[in-house]
């Protein structure tokens, strides 16, 4: 089982830039997917970006194409979502989540979420 908890969130002014960190513990980090979801108010979560035990990453939001990046850092134990060119749409609470292996759009096939991070963007 992963514990992940999320951090790097805040107050930005729209076309900057802003790093997620989600720290990871537990064993399973090493054969694990983590997935990066946001949460907008009145809005579902979405998929955004996620990276696979293998380092593949996926991008699940058309939205955030050429801006988002996500990465991992084994030995650091962290994964990282990359965010630029913020625009005031992309206000959200952002979570991470892990599960085996393999990504996936559906939060619901994730079985260890973060307590999530609020990112706003305005000016």
């Known amino acids: 089982q992963l514990q992940l908890v999320e951090s790097g969130g805040g107050l930005v002014q729209p076309g900057g830039s802003l790093r997620l960190s989600c720290a990871v513990s537990g064993s399973a980090l090493y054969y694990s997917a983590i997935g990066w979801f946001r949460q907008a108010p009145g809005k579902e979560r979405e998929g955004v970006l996620c990276?696979?035990?293998?380092?593949?990453?996926?991008n699940y939001a058309d939205s955030v194409k050429g801006r988002f990046t996500i990465s991992r850092d084994n030995a650091k134990r962290t994964v990282y979502l990359q965010m630029n060119s913020l625009k005031p749409e992309d206000t959200a609470v952002y979570y991470c989540a892990g599960r085996n292996y393999y990504c996936s759009r559906s939060g619901k096939d994730f079985a260890s979420w973060g307590q999530g991070t609020q990112v706003t963007v305005s000016s």
């Open positions: 990276i696979s035990s293998r380092g593949d990453s996926t």
